[in-house]
């Protein structure tokens, strides 16, 4: 999920630099380099180019340390770097510099739930909520902590209220029904994915997640349909790339696996996130194995290990897929 960047009245970088000019010629440099820095960051942002977007907001903050929209558009860049403890930082100290939206606090509280911290996460959707509760999106954040906690229940009950604000939305629709298909209510489940598919065909994740059913309900040869049908229609969507190329390499049914395939879209997932998500890195891993190449399977693997945002879970089932490379087993798993 991309992050959602709102500065609001912030975006004027000028506007602090006009008073100061005011007062003294002198800083014209630094805030004109300042404001140059930031459009910079915000340029390497929109072209996914995260390290510069860093390095760009450090420079900002170099020149004007107070001001809060270098830390926002940071902690944006660490948060889809899959680095939550600075991002963390970066979202507390945009607003204890006075950038306290709805958005912020809805951005640090996927970020508090990325890191397990599911009270505070909580208490950050709530606080979006508070600011803005007409805004379906506050209420599907809650939602996606519920998903993390595993609390169900509660997942359905805020995707809920999401789609009484927006029916239309099919994420949140496809949302729900993955809630559904883990309290076990596949009926419903299979209804809000056929309704999001019917309602935005171009939808990404309706196809993902009745892809994922399909895979629990062993009818392979949909859940592999939906996969290419969600790649297809968004070419550029990592999320789907790996999830295709996982079935393609790991699927228990012989007909839906194809090796060379998975290291093919595998790779274009982990190119599209600069081989900076763990997930893509292990899917390709898995796809090399398929192919039959354990050499680079296991090489992947090892890679996907130094990084330092694999969950404890994960780190425990990667350890025993490279033992399995290393015996020269392919992969075989369920849908994730």
């Not at 809060?68 to 945009?94: F, H, V």
């Not at 950038?99 to 606080?127: K, L, M, T």
């Not at 604000?165 to 629709?173: S, Y």
Request: aromatic share 10%; with cysteine.
């Amino acid at each position: 999920m991309r992050t959602k960047i709102v500065v609001g009245a912030l975006a004027a970088l000028g506007v602090a630099g006009l008073v100061a000019l005011a007062w003294g010629g002198r800083y014209l440099v630094g805030i004109a380099s300042a404001s140059g820095y930031q459009t910079a960051a915000e340029a390497a942002y929109d072209r996914d180019d995260f390290d510069d977007t860093i390095r760009n907001c450090n420079r900002v903050i170099g020149l004007r340390p107070k001001h809060p929209t270098a830390y926002l558009w940071r902690a944006c860049a660490y948060e889809a770097k899959e680095d939550y403890g600075q991002a963390i930082a970066d979202y507390s100290t945009a607003i204890r510099l006075g950038e306290d939206s709805a958005y912020v606090y809805g951005n640090r509280s996927r970020a508090y739930a990325e890191q397990e911290q599911f009270d505070a996460a909580i208490e950050d959707a709530n606080r979006a909520i508070q600011r803005e509760p007409e805004e379906a999106e506050h209420y599907a954040a809650r939602g996606y902590v519920h998903r993390l906690q595993g609390d169900y229940a509660r997942m359905v009950a805020d995707y809920s209220l999401a789609l009484a604000l927006e029916p239309t939305d099919g994420d949140n629709r496809a949302a729900r029904g993955y809630a559904y298909s883990k309290l076990g209510n596949w009926e419903r489940a299979f209804a809000d994915y056929d309704e999001g598919v019917k309602q935005d065909p171009s939808a990404v994740s309706a196809h993902l997640r009745r892809a994922e059913a399909y895979s629990a309900h062993g009818d392979w040869s949909k859940a592999l349909r939906d996969l290419r049908e969600a790649v297809r229609l968004g070419p550029g969507e990592a999320e789907a790339q790996n999830d295709l190329a996982w079935m393609l390499a790991t699927s228990p049914d012989g007909a839906t696996r194809d090796g060379s395939e998975a290291v093919e879209v595998a790779t274009r997932a982990c190119e599209s996130t600069q081989w900076n998500q763990w997930t893509y890195i292990d899917t390709l891993a898995a796809a090399y194995a398929e192919a039959g190449d354990f050499g680079k399977a296991v090489q992947w693997q090892k890679q996907a290990l130094t990084l330092n945002t694999v969950t404890n879970q994960s780190r425990s089932d990667m350890l025993r897929r490279l033992a399995g490379f290393e015996q020269r087993q392919p992969a075989r798993e369920p849908p994730r």
